[in-house]
């Protein structure tokens, strides 16, 4: 079945400290990645995308993901976390699809920085 | 370029009644998706409209359609609301043509069904 799998439902790490967060996708063709930010009573904000060519994309604050083929993985990773950063992560694709444009997203990964 | 409007923020109706929410899209952008947002169930794809045609759907019951309108403003709407339908509705905007599938969203409505 196609699916979206975030493995890390709550993660800690200190101020400072790096992170990365997991995504591992099922789909026949490599679909089109996204990774989305979402802090308390927000909307989601777009922190980066991969749809083909060099396999690190750079993202927004300070955001980096790294698709791997081989995986099937597109994880998200940011040398050094901020107390900002404390918010819940998403991981979504688009299927390769001809007219769809709708995104599947995983469960999210929420992220708790400590002092 | 003003971001994604969702009117209004905050909801409470009763069950059995019905809801409408709204959408501006950013400038430019001709599709508009809507999804649900849940504790239980997370986030999940409604429908996608592109120059005020439905273009693709999600599963979920007649009770939730929408529209949208010439100027890429879109509507959706519950009937006969059950307390399930509490949630988080977040509207999504993008260009909608070619490979651009970008999505960008609004805060969102947050209805709550008593």
């Known amino acids: 079945a196609q699916s979206v799998t975030q493995p890390d439902i709550h993660i800690t790490v200190s101020e400072g400290a790096s992170l990365e967060l997991r995504c591992n996708y099922s789909y026949g063709a490599t679909p089109y990645l996204f990774w989305y930010v979402q802090s308390p009573g927000q909307g989601l904000q777009l922190l980066l995308k991969?749809?083909?060519?060099?396999?690190l994309v750079q993202g927004i604050k300070g955001f980096e993901a790294e698709f791997k083929r081989s995986q099937s993985s597109f994880n998200l990773r940011k040398p050094s976390v901020h107390w900002s950063d404390a918010a819940e992560y998403f991981c979504?694709?688009?299927?390769?699809?001809?007219?769809?444009?709708?995104?599947?997203f995983g469960t999210g990964t929420r992220l708790t920085v400590i002092p | 370029k003003a971001g994604v409007t969702q009117t209004p923020r905050y909801l409470i109706k009763t069950r059995g009644q019905q809801v409408t929410l709204s959408c501006s899209p950013i400038s430019g952008h001709r599709s508009v998706s809507w999804y649900q947002q849940t504790p239980g169930q997370g986030l999940q794809f409604l429908f996608e409209?592109?120059?005020?045609?439905?273009?693709n759907k999600g599963n979920f019951p007649g009770r939730f359609s929408g529209r949208q309108f010439s100027n890429s403003r879109s509507e959706m709407n519950v009937s006969t609301l059950e307390l399930g339908d509490s949630a988080l509705y977040l509207c999504?905007?993008?260009?909608?043509?070619?490979?651009?599938?970008?999505?960008?969203f609004g805060p969102g409505t947050r209805l709550t069904v008593t």
């Open positions: 979504a694709v688009v299927p390769r699809v001809s007219g769809a444009n709708n995104l599947f």
């Open positions: 999504a905007s993008s260009l909608g043509v070619g490979s651009s599938y970008e999505q960008y």
């Open positions: 991969y749809f083909s060519g060099d396999t």
């Open positions: 409209y592109f120059s005020e045609t439905q273009r």
